[in-house]
């Protein structure tokens, strides 16, 4: 695993505090919503920003 760039983050953490409800804690159902919700030009960056969401979301859930 690597460390995950400044803007993933900032743009996951924002989408979070902005759009809790929305997202899950399935990596699928987050992709599909960032392509509703957000507008991100690159495949790689939404599925790295889902990812993300998907990760706080499960960590979240388990501590």
């Not at 979070?16 to 699928?28: E, H, I, T, V």
């Amino acid at each position: 695993m690597g460390i995950k760039p400044s803007y993933i983050k900032s743009l996951g953490t924002e989408l979070l505090a902005k759009q809790r409800d929305n997202f899950s804690g399935s990596f699928d159902e987050n992709k599909q919503q960032l392509g509703k919700s957000a507008v991100i030009g690159s495949k790689r960056v939404r599925n790295r920003v889902a990812g993300y969401i998907t990760r706080k979301i499960n960590t979240k859930r388990h501590s």
